[in-house]
């Protein structure tokens, strides 16, 4: 007698064991691939305008003029908000100053000022890039044994079946072997994009962390020279 063995008949007629494992490893698919596209967007939105903001402010541009068109040009993009951080702290900076007797910015509490707000905002601006990638890789490395786990008790099934019936042949062994292969087909399904796309986007934040690094150095050396001793 034929058998069906599609993928869909043998999912509706797994055990709930093995079916559990399946629902479990399409709800982490269906979660890695929101994620996914989701920070495809966000490094692409990051690197698009992080280049768009870098011509315009080392085109000379006044720095009051740049601040002021971050909200419109830049809402919430990485490398403006650092420059936000840092020259917001030098205009307080300043701002404090000319109200001193001196009326002169002290050049190290200046300088530390303006650097420990460039290292909160790139660690702020680091944590929101790199959230959620944690999930990739636990989805990349869990899936597999996720599946293994449905394939191996769907095998003890199968053969739990065979002792019953007592019957040997490729017929009776096919169903509740290939139910079970199919757990862990899935849970390949669910690491494999998790897996690319993690090695993707790490790679990615690692270059954007190192572009924001840069630009802050280059950002302090700048401000730097406007600080009198």
Excluded: C
Excluded at 94 to 122: H, N, P
Aim: no cysteine.
């Amino acid at each position: 007698m034929s058998q069906d063995l599609s993928i869909l008949h043998l999912i509706l007629h797994a055990g709930i064991i093995v079916q559990s494992v399946l629902v479990l490893l399409i709800l982490l698919s269906l979660m890695s691939w929101a994620i996914i596209f989701n920070k495809w967007r966000m490094y692409r939105k990051a690197h698009r305008e992080a280049d768009a903001f870098s011509q315009a402010f080392w085109s000379g541009s006044d720095m009051d003029t740049i601040l002021a068109g971050i909200p419109q040009q830049y809402p919430d993009s990485p490398l403006p908000n650092i420059f936000q951080a840092g020259y917001r702290e030098f205009m307080r900076t300043r701002r404090e100053a000319s109200q001193s007797e001196t009326g002169k910015i002290v050049a190290a509490s200046g300088i530390d000022g303006v650097r420990r707000s460039l290292d909160a905002a790139f660690s702020r601006e680091m944590e929101k890039l790199s959230r959620h990638l944690p999930f990739l890789a636990t989805v990349g490395s869990t899936s597999p044994f996720i599946g293994l786990f449905g394939t191996v008790w769907g095998i003890v099934n199968a053969f739990q079946g065979i002792a019953l019936s007592k019957n040997t042949s490729l017929i009776a062994v096919a169903p509740g072997i290939a139910e079970a292969l199919v757990a862990t087909a899935f849970g390949l399904i669910a690491a494999i994009p998790a897996v690319v796309a993690y090695n993707k986007f790490s790679a990615d934040l690692k270059r954007t962390g190192a572009n924001m690094e840069q630009f802050g150095a280059e950002f302090l050396n700048i401000i730097a020279r406007h600080i009198k001793a």
